[in-house]
Nanobody, 127 residues
Framework: QVQLVESGGGLVQAGGSLRLSCAGRGRTFSRYATGWFRQAPGKEREFVAAISWSGGITFYADSVKGRFTISRDNAKTTMYLQMNSLRPEDTAVYYC????????????????????WGQGTQVTVSS
């Protein structure tokens, strides 16, 4: 099990940028595939981006491709989401998640595939 703590959310104007961080607390963080999800009011949680435990494989939702970049630093046990060209429709609570993957280097985009979740950080984009 790994504990996850998100930070970096806030209020930004459309077209602006934010960088979210997800700090993992646990010695085996480097063996966890991780991802970002978001949930807007009245909507289901949706996939945003995912990264393999090595960082070598990334995958994005079509809605953020070309605007968001996922990365991780296993030495710092931290994952990041750089969000550029933000739009009002990006407004949501953003969650990071981790899946223990000691035997493979895949990425995952279904919420049910993840084992551990952070508490979420609010991102609000004004028009």
């Amino acid at each position: 099990q790994v504990q996850l703590v998100e930070s970096g959310g806030g209020l930004v104007q459309a077209g602006g940028s934010l960088r979210l961080s997800c700090a993992g607390r646990g010695r085996t963080f480097s063996r966890y595939a991780t991802g970002w999800f978001r949930q807007a009011p009245g909507k289901e949680r949706e996939f945003v981006a995912a990264i393999s435990w090595s960082g070598g494989i990334t995958f994005y939702a079509d809605s953020v491709k070309g605007r968001f970049t996922i990365s991780r630093d296993n030495a710092k046990t931290t994952m990041y989401l750089q969000m550029n060209s933000l739009r009002p429709e990006d407004t949501a609570v953003y969650y990071c998640a981790a899946k223990n993957t000691p035997d493979n280097s895949g990425v995952y985009y279904e919420p049910l595939e993840y084992d551990d979740w952070g508490q979420g950080t609010q991102v609000t984009v004004s028009s």
